[in-house]
């Protein structure tokens, strides 16, 4: 489990965690209705530097906009900077950290509507623990679907739509496996509940497109940037299940699931042998440690 940092930006300054609540009759409580991003803080010991901020800065402006929250005024990248550094001061961590940006419509009763109904910024810290394994994952496809994009997108970070991902994640524990495999309503291959996937097939890094209900992972591109520059051929494209049956590597990534190798898919042992995972996992280890100082 991870620890939380004792001091989190709420209500336009920074305290302590224990007082940073909404109020049980806010859109943000009654219907899910936030956004939010989660980044990945390295800490050299002597400074701390956000992989890609402002990548995460731009997906966070970008869900509230899909689904019609109000951004608040003057919330520059400049300055969500300025308040992500503060807060990392205020903490003094001296381990490697996540940080939770959130969003919140904190309107009392608005009704189930989003203009016009107030938000505010709020950002946590907590330790940067893997949500699985680095190593020997094993997942199970889910019963349940995919959300469709007609329904709530998912490349649009919303925390009510992760119901769907805690059933699906709740089902594959449940059965004893690691985490789950999201299909879309047509039967092709999305997402874990909160990690991208990866397979290799003939030297070639293949990943489901980004019409497959899934979310732009920042995570993601930058693995596909890696792997271009590293001379491996990449592919955006559908995926079915049986492909991930017979890939010579299966390995899943994201913000808080790094890069991990995927051992067993539905009682479906996996090679064991996994040289460009293991290439891919090395560089994008190197790349977390070159993100923005704060």
Not at 32 to 60: C, E, I, M, P, W
Not at 90 to 115: M, Q, W, Y
Request: proline share 3%; aromatic share 8%.
């Amino acid at each position: 489990m991870a620890s939380i940092y004792k001091k989190a930006y709420f209500n336009g300054k920074i305290g302590d965690i224990a007082d940073a609540n909404l109020s049980i009759a806010s859109s943000a409580v009654l219907y899910g209705l936030s956004v939010y991003t989660v980044f990945y803080v390295y800490n050299d010991k002597t400074t701390h530097r956000a992989f890609k901020l402002r990548q995460h800065y731009d997906r966070l402006h970008s869900s509230a906009k899909i689904i019609g929250l109000e951004w608040p005024d003057g919330l520059s990248f400049e300055q969500f900077q300025e308040k992500v550094s503060q807060l990392i001061k205020a903490n003094k961590p001296t381990e490697s950290v996540f940080v939770r940006a959130t969003l919140h419509a904190d309107g009392l009763v608005p009704g189930t509507r989003t203009r016009g109904v107030s938000t505010q910024l709020s950002l946590f810290v907590y330790t940067a623990t893997p949500i699985v394994k680095p190593h020997g994952v094993r997942l199970k496809t889910s019963q349940w679907r995919r959300i469709p994009d007609n329904s709530i997108p998912s490349r649009a970070k919303v925390n009510g739509a992760y119901v769907n991902s805690v059933l699906a994640h709740q089902d594959a524990l449940d059965a004893g496996y690691d985490d789950c495999i999201f299909l879309d309503q047509s039967g092709h291959v999305c997402e874990l509940a909160a990690a991208n996937i990866f397979m290799v097939r003939g030297g070639r890094l293949i990943t489901p497109d980004t019409s497959s209900d899934l979310l732009e992972g920042i995570n993601r591109r930058a693995i596909l940037e890696l792997a271009d520059t590293s001379g491996i051929p990449t592919q955006e494209r559908t995926v079915d299940l049986t492909e991930l049956y017979i890939a010579d590597e299966v390995f899943v990534c994201g913000t808080s699931a790094f890069v991990a190798s995927v051992a067993e898919i539905d009682g479906r042992h996996l090679n064991e042998d996994t040289p460009i995972t293991k290439k891919i996992a090395a560089l994008h280890g190197e790349l977390l440690k070159n993100g923005d100082s704060l």
